[in-house]
């Protein structure tokens, strides 16, 4: 499976960026999971953002909740995190996860993504 994200940039505070993951490749099938993380510099990987299945369960991590939201293309094999209000502390890699099969799985631990995109950068100016 590969993954691509696209989307990062500079952008000032207040500002917003919408950030696309497209996955490709077999066994990956438009019924998968899709999750968003981030990591800051010296900072543990956070949850942002998560898709289950075919877009029917959302979840938004606490630190963005009212803020960000996240979507699916289900036929381009695309999710979408949309990013309004930005703050610098939103400064961060921003990964996407792709989370293989119809199972129950907890969505906001990293350890339960089977592949990851290679990040793209976010940086919100002060």
């Known amino acids: 499976v590969q993954i691509t994200e696209t989307g990062g940039g500079l952008v000032e505070a207040g500002g917003s960026l919408k950030l696309s993951c497209t996955a490709s490749g077999s066994p990956y099938s438009s019924g998968d999971s899709m999750g968003w993380f981030r990591q800051a510099p010296g900072k543990d990987r956070e949850f942002v953002a998560a898709?289950?299945?075919?877009?029917?369960?959302?979840f938004i991590g606490d630190s963005v909740k009212g803020r960000f939201t996240i979507s699916k293309d289900n036929p381009k094999n695309t999710a979408y995190l949309q990013m309004n209000s930005l703050k610098p502390e939103d400064t961060a890699v921003y990964y996407c996860?792709?989370?293989?099969?119809?199972?129950?799985?907890?969505?906001?631990?990293?350890?339960?993504?089977?592949?990851w995109g290679q990040g793209t950068q976010v940086t919100v100016s002060s």
């Open positions: 898709i289950l299945y075919n877009g029917s369960q959302r």
């Open positions: 996860a792709v989370k293989l099969g119809s199972g129950g799985y907890s969505y906001f631990g990293d350890y339960e993504y089977d592949h």
